[in-house]
Each structure stands twice: as structure tokens, then as C-alpha cells.
């Protein structure tokens, strides 16, 4: 039986190293780290993230000597390793030429557990600091401060924090008479041709976790669903959300979709995602959780199995 795809820690959260929060506002200690020949940066270019073109690939990081210059104040500090300072900075024409541009889900699920955590890490940062770039109450451009944690407003002297939106996604099941256990799977007009995955949903103020499930599935399929149990999360950079997995189990197995959430849904049973010839779908990508939460149900099953694999495409650019 080959093992699951992506087990907890999922991709992108195996970030381990220290992020060194007691360093953000030691202005000195920021200094001396963009001179440091040996601290290390990430360079970015336009959210996408550099790696090597090997096999498997893996993340091209700078010295300050290779660099051949100090860091800039906007780069924004992600913490030490053994010592040694790590930046990430949004200017890829420093960049050498071996150097290749590739967006994060094309690589996230080959790179180690703690690269793929500090790729996501920095690509989160950096689309925040594109994203409020001017202050949401007064309209005036907001300041990085030193590490790039904070951004400031200073007309109002109010500061802006890094997010991430929490998001439900669930693996309903139901038993039926004679076909037996099944799981629904739908699919959103933005996903690619052929792909179906669990449900998913934003929680909305004033909502606990349990009560998102019940109303984006109620919302999306018309599904009524007890027995809401946690499983897992997972950081989901993409651009900014947390995904936190559940399980539960439907009342009945009617739908009633909305066209404004979902194209399509449906049930499947275990021989239908596992078999090949009776295959109709395409499973979501190996770095989500989604596709944990579907493979884990699928070897449930008493017999051994072989699991559907889609290879990641990699699309490199300078």
C-alpha cells in the first residue's frame, strides 16, 4: 500500500526553524544582519519563488558576500537558523542566472518538509506587503517597519498586521442501503478541467469552526451533516488562508447545489476513486489537504490499495 500523499505536518507547514520574534524591533540587531556576509535571503519575484533546476529541485538562497551588497531595510526578516540570519527581499534581478522563478504549488509537495515551510512563509509575507501597501482607515501609504511584520500608518499611528483567513474544508461521508459508504466531492468553475475535491468554506464572524461546516455545506449542497470531527490544518498561502480539515457524516445523501458555489457534485464510492477504468474525476493536487483527507478515507478500506498519483507540473520562469 503506497503511504499518503501528504500526512500531518502537511506541505507548507513543517516550518521548524526559529522565526525569532524577540529580534523584530532590536533595530541594531536588524543592522547588523543586513551586513552580515553570511546571512542568507530569499529573493522573490512577483510572489513566485527561486529554486534550483534539479531533481528534485531545491531552494536557490543568497549570502550577503554572494549578494555582494548589504539587504535593503524592506527586506523582511524570517528568522535564524543556527545562528545565521534569513531574509526574503522582492527584487529577483539580483537574482544569478542559475536561479529559476517557479510558483510554490508547482514544487511544494517535492522540496523538504522545511523548505516548502519557508517558501510559503515568505511567499504570505510578501503578498501581504503588496496588498497593503495604504491604510485601510485613512487612505494614506503605510511603512514597512525594520523586520517587515508591521506596517504603519503614520497619520493615524495605527499598525497593521500579517493574516491569514481561516477556512473549513470537509470530507463529508454517507452510508447508503446498497452502495455503501461514499464520499462527496464537487467541483468550483475555477478549478482545472476534470478536478473534484472536498468542500470548502471561509468562516464568517461570529462563527465557531463546527458551525462553518454545517452552513457551507448546507450552503454549497444542501447537505445536512452531523458528527463534525477535526482532523487536521494546513497554512495555505494561496494567497492567505489556514485551512482547517474536518470529517462528518450526512443525514441523507440529497443535494440541492448552488450554481454560485459549485458546477458540480456527487458521491463516490471507494472502488470509483480507486479504480482506474471507473475513474471519471481528478483528485485535488498532492501538497493540498484536501487530497489527505481523501486518501485517508480511501485506505480505510479492509483491502490494500494503490492510490491515484497526478504528478505536480513545475513551470519555471527568469
Known sequence: MRRLSNPPPHVYSGCTFDRAARWRCDVDHLAAARHAPTTRVLLLSSLRVPVIAADPPCVHWLTVAELGQPLPEEAVYLGEVGGTSLFALAQAELAPAEACFVELRGVGALLPAEEAGVLAYARGLAFWHERHRFCGACGGPTVSRPA??????????????????????????????????????????????????????????????????????????????????????????????????????????????????????????????????????????????????????????AAPVELPVMPPAVAAVR
Open 148 to 301: 517587515g511584520h508591521v506596517r504603519a500608518c503614520p497619520v493615524l499611528g495605527s499598525t497593521h498586521f500579517p493574516r491569514s483567513d481561516p477556512a473549513v474544508i470537509v470530507l463529508v461521508t454517507h452510508d447508503h442501503p446498497v452502495h455503501g459508504e461514499r464520499c462527496l466531492l464537487g467541483r468550483s468553475a475555477r478549478f482545472v478541467a476534470g478536478m473534484y475535491s472536498t468542500l470548502a468554506g471561509f468562516v464568517e464572524p461570529g462563527e465557531s469552526l463546527e458551525d462553518t461546516v454545517r452552513r457551507e455545506l448546507y450552503e454549497e449542497a444542501g447537505v445536512a451533516v452531523t458528527d463534525v470531527v477535526y482532523q487536521s490544518s494546513q497554512p495555505w498561502p494561496f494567497p492567505a488562508s489556514l485551512m482547517i480539515g474536518f470529517r462528518a457524516r450526512a443525514l441523507d445523501d440529497r443535494l440541492v447545489i448552488d450554481p454560485e458555489e459549485l458546477d458540480d457534485a456527487g458521491w463516490y464510492t471507494r472502488a470509483e476513486l480507486l479504480d482506474p477504468a471507473q475513474r471519471r474525476i481528478k483528485l485535488p493536487s498532492r501538497d493540498s489537504i484536501a487530497r489527505h483527507l481523501i486518501e485517508s478515507w480511501l485506505l480505510e478500506a
